[in-house]
């Protein structure tokens, strides 16, 4: 009895300090990155959910469509905004305590499927692994949804362990719950279930799997009832499964990540209703959300058989980022943060190249162990969902702690064979490494990080228009006060969005998105000043945006227009005389030269 309750105080204490060393550094990296504008000001998904996270806030609980994004972790937001306050650091401490947990519950599995030592190891790599420090500071599902896939695998771990009804049902009910912030953990349903279903005598297979889809129902089902409720089509959780396939295996993608097709808009925070649309010109008719996915998952398909080959070399592609040591950027970048924002994403702490060779010969080693075998499982299941739609950083994260687990386990089947002097054993692991070590680092990735100052641009951008609003606004009432201050918060932001999106044309002169997104950002900041009459300013700016950007009807026109303003007949002739040689078909220039007398 003693023995019993010394081991579970020190397994308390080892918790408690994992727990401890976890939060120190999570914390200590989320106050160390609180200033930068992609941590302050939510970006692209995180600003989704941060606007769904306000409209739950403000009463609207259920919504009106079917869920597009996976719902939880909205509603996690929603939830600490009403505690916290919107904009509140303690919204992302709260995601670095909980991840701080995710580090906890490693362990645990890892002595459950091993022994004390590995699970202290791979508490240790848990702990101090970067890319779950980066994830902590952004409004993003990842630190939720890895701590929720991870309590569900121990969960599972637990339920084979104890072979009791409530635990298959909790396991069912947190994988379930897991769901509810990342679709594509469903593919491990199945096969955890079938596993569970393969156990003899038969008898003894129908109560773990029963009590399994209980718990799984009973986390799943109130969102399928609602999304019934609100559009009247039955959708299990949300209707992007055939949206995002078909991104991940359109013809036009061989990135082995997220590239969008042509249809679309360069954002990707109005990708819903681009899907929508381009679905009802091909067909020719409306569709409900749930048939608007099957529609893309049929058109991927049809892609696919149009050329297996590209379909096979994409694959590939894909495999090699899985496997790769870069973190590919979505939203926003990891390796930015560490270049120029993170002094602690510097440190030489773990990340995927360093442990998943590690991980690998841990597989290998536990490979006819029962007690690993939902882990596996996991790992195959959600391996083939990232191979069938695409990589990203923040797609590949939620591997990270079955990875780390076989990763302990990998480090002591090391020290085993030189503690033994199995020569033959460590030679074959020094070869193993060396090779899998080459394959992760190998430069299978270059990024320029022109997408991350895009991305941050265009919200600059879209807070500049919200005071450009708020000063027109203003001005109607007749305060001109706050209408001038509206406007001077407008240029500032306007300043930051043009500096963010110059500095992407820097990092990357060629890309399509800079490119447009800058000459937004010169035409919107041009016509606003033409309609406040601040002609001698729109000529300054109307001159940048030819100089940027020479073969652009629209700065031509804008610069001719300026001139015009300030009664320069001439120049402005000459600006629209050159708009209308880049663009002979349209009429504006025409017309302004009608107007100024000129041909």
């Given at each position: 009895?003693?023995?019993?309750?010394?081991?579970?105080?020190?397994?308390l204490?080892i918790?408690?300090g994992l727990?401890l060393?976890?939060?120190?550094?999570?914390?200590?990296?989320?106050?160390?990155?609180?200033?930068?504008?992609?941590?302050?000001?939510?970006l692209?998904?995180?600003?989704?959910?941060?606007?769904?996270?306000?409209?739950?806030?403000?009463?609207?609980?259920?919504g009106?469509?079917v869920?597009y994004q996976?719902?939880?972790?909205?509603?996690?937001l929603?939830?600490?905004y009403?505690?916290?306050?919107?904009?509140?650091?303690g919204?992302?401490?709260?995601?670095?305590?909980i991840?701080?947990?995710?580090?906890?519950?490693?362990?645990?599995?890892a002595?459950?499927?091993?022994d004390?030592?590995?699970?202290l190891?791979?508490g240790?790599?848990?702990a101090?692994?970067?890319?779950f420090?980066?994830y902590?500071?952004?409004?993003?599902?990842s630190?939720?949804?890895?701590?929720?896939?991870?309590?569900?695998l121990?969960?599972?771990?637990?339920?084979?362990?104890?072979r009791?009804?409530a635990?298959f049902?909790?396991?069912?009910?947190?994988?379930g719950?897991a769901c509810?912030t990342?679709?594509?953990?469903?593919?491990?349903?199945?096969?955890?279930?079938a596993?569970l279903?393969l156990?003899?005598?038969f008898?003894s297979?129908?109560?773990p799997?029963?009590?399994?889809?209980?718990?799984?129902?009973?986390?799943?089902a109130?969102?399928?009832?609602?999304?019934?409720a609100?559009?009247?089509?039955?959708?299990?959780?949300?209707?992007?499964a055939g949206?995002?396939f078909?991104?991940?295996?359109?013809?036009?993608?061989?990135?082995?990540?997220?590239?969008?097709?042509?249809?679309?808009?360069?954002?990707?925070?109005?990708?819903?209703?681009?899907?929508?649309d381009?679905?009802?010109?091909r067909?020719?008719?409306?569709?409900g959300?749930?048939?608007l996915?099957r529609?893309?998952?049929?058109?991927?398909?049809?892609?696919?058989?149009?050329?297996?080959?590209h379909?096979?070399?994409h694959?590939?592609?894909?495999?090699?980022?899985?496997?790769?040591?870069?973190e590919?950027p979505?939203?926003?970048s990891?390796?930015f943060?560490r270049?120029?924002?993170s002094?602690?994403?510097?440190?030489?702490?773990?990340?995927?190249?360093a442990?998943?060779?590690?991980a690998?010969?841990?597989?290998?080693?536990?490979?006819h162990?029962r007690?690993?075998?939902?882990?596996?499982?996991?790992?195959?299941?959600?391996?083939?969902?990232?191979?069938?739609?695409?990589?990203?950083?923040?797609?590949?994260i939620?591997a990270?702690?079955a990875?780390?687990?076989?990763?302990?386990?990998?480090v002591?089947q090391?020290?085993?064979a030189?503690r033994?002097?199995?020569?033959?054993?460590?030679?074959?692991t020094?070869?193993?490494?060396?090779?899998?070590?080459?394959?992760?680092?190998?430069?299978?990735?270059?990024?320029?990080?022109a997408?991350?100052?895009?991305?941050?641009?265009r919200?600059?951008?879209?807070?500049?228009a919200?005071?450009?609003?708020?000063?027109?606004?203003y001005?109607?009432?007749?305060?001109?006060?706050?209408?001038?201050?509206?406007r001077d918060?407008?240029?500032?932001?306007?300043?930051?969005?043009?500096?963010?999106l110059?500095?992407?044309?820097?990092?990357s002169?060629?890309s399509?998105?800079?490119?447009?997104a800058?000459?937004?950002?010169?035409?919107?900041?041009?016509?606003?000043l033409?309609?406040?009459?601040?002609?001698?300013e729109?000529?300054r700016?109307?001159?940048?945006?030819?100089?940027?950007?020479?073969?652009?009807?629209?700065?031509?026109i804008?610069?001719?227009?300026?001139?015009?303003?300030?009664g320069?007949?001439d120049?402005?002739?000459?600006?629209?005389?050159?708009?209308r040689?880049?663009?002979p078909?349209?009429p504006r220039?025409?017309?302004a030269?009608?107007?100024?007398?000129?041909?």
């Amino acid at each position: 009895m003693n023995d019993a309750g010394g081991a579970a105080r020190r397994q308390l204490a080892i918790g408690a300090g994992l727990f401890l060393l976890s939060a120190v550094f999570r914390v200590a990296y989320v106050l160390e990155v609180s200033g930068d504008a992609a941590v302050r000001f939510p970006l692209l998904d995180s600003r989704a959910y941060h606007e769904r996270a306000l409209r739950i806030l403000s009463g609207e609980w259920l919504g009106h469509d079917v869920f597009y994004q996976d719902p939880l972790y909205s509603y996690l937001l929603a939830l600490l905004y009403g505690i916290f306050g919107v904009g509140s650091g303690g919204v992302l401490i709260t995601q670095a305590l909980i991840d701080s947990g995710t580090v906890v519950l490693i362990h645990a599995i890892a002595r459950r499927v091993f022994d004390d030592r590995t699970a202290l190891v791979a508490g240790g790599i848990a702990a101090l692994y970067k890319v779950f420090f980066f994830y902590d500071a952004l409004l993003l599902k990842s630190s939720i949804s890895v701590f929720l896939i991870t309590l569900a695998l121990y969960a599972c771990v637990r339920a084979e362990a104890v072979r009791r009804p409530a635990a298959f049902a909790t396991a069912g009910f947190s994988l379930g719950i897991a769901c509810l912030t990342r679709g594509n953990y469903l593919l491990f349903v199945p096969v955890w279930l079938a596993w569970l279903g393969l156990r003899r005598p038969f008898r003894s297979r129908i109560a773990p799997v029963g009590f399994a889809v209980l718990g799984l129902a009973l986390a799943i089902a109130p969102i399928t009832l609602r999304n019934r409720a609100v559009a009247d089509e039955w959708v299990l959780i949300t209707s992007q499964a055939g949206q995002n396939f078909y991104i991940g295996n359109h013809l036009d993608n061989d990135s082995g990540s997220y590239k969008r097709p042509a249809f679309l808009a360069s954002t990707p925070f109005h990708e819903e209703e681009g899907f929508q649309d381009e679905a009802e010109r091909r067909s020719g008719r409306a569709m409900g959300p749930g048939e608007l996915s099957r529609f893309w998952f049929r058109e991927a398909a049809g892609e696919i058989a149009r050329d297996p080959g590209h379909f096979a070399r994409h694959l590939a592609r894909k495999a090699q980022l899985l496997v790769n040591h870069a973190e590919v950027p979505d939203n926003v970048s990891y390796a930015f943060f560490r270049e120029n924002v993170s002094r602690i994403l510097r440190l030489p702490l773990p990340t995927w190249g360093a442990v998943l060779p590690l991980a690998l010969w841990g597989v290998f080693a536990a490979r006819h162990q029962r007690r690993a075998t939902p882990l596996l499982l996991f790992l195959s299941a959600y391996a083939t969902s990232v191979l069938l739609f695409y990589n990203t950083s923040r797609y590949r994260i939620p591997a990270a702690p079955a990875v780390i687990v076989f990763a302990a386990a990998g480090v002591w089947q090391i020290v085993n064979a030189v503690r033994d002097r199995q020569r033959g054993v460590y030679l074959a692991t020094a070869l193993w490494l060396a090779l899998a070590w080459s394959v992760a680092y190998s430069p299978a990735y270059d990024e320029d990080f022109a997408r991350h100052r895009v991305n941050v641009g265009r919200r600059h951008q879209d807070r500049a228009a919200f005071q450009e609003s708020l000063a027109r606004m203003y001005a109607r009432t007749g305060n001109q006060v706050a209408a001038a201050e509206a406007r001077d918060r407008a240029h500032d932001l306007n300043a930051q969005a043009e500096q963010e999106l110059r500095l992407a044309l820097l990092e990357s002169p060629r890309s399509s998105e800079a490119n447009e997104a800058l000459t937004a950002q010169l035409v919107g900041r041009t016509r606003e000043l033409l309609r406040g009459q601040r002609y001698e300013e729109a000529r300054r700016s109307a001159a940048d945006l030819t100089a940027s950007f020479p073969t652009l009807p629209d700065g031509w026109i804008l610069l001719g227009r300026a001139y015009e303003g300030l009664g320069q007949i001439d120049p402005a002739a000459r600006a629209q005389r050159r708009a209308r040689d880049l663009a002979p078909d349209d009429p504006r220039p025409r017309e302004a030269l009608d107007r100024l007398g000129e041909r």
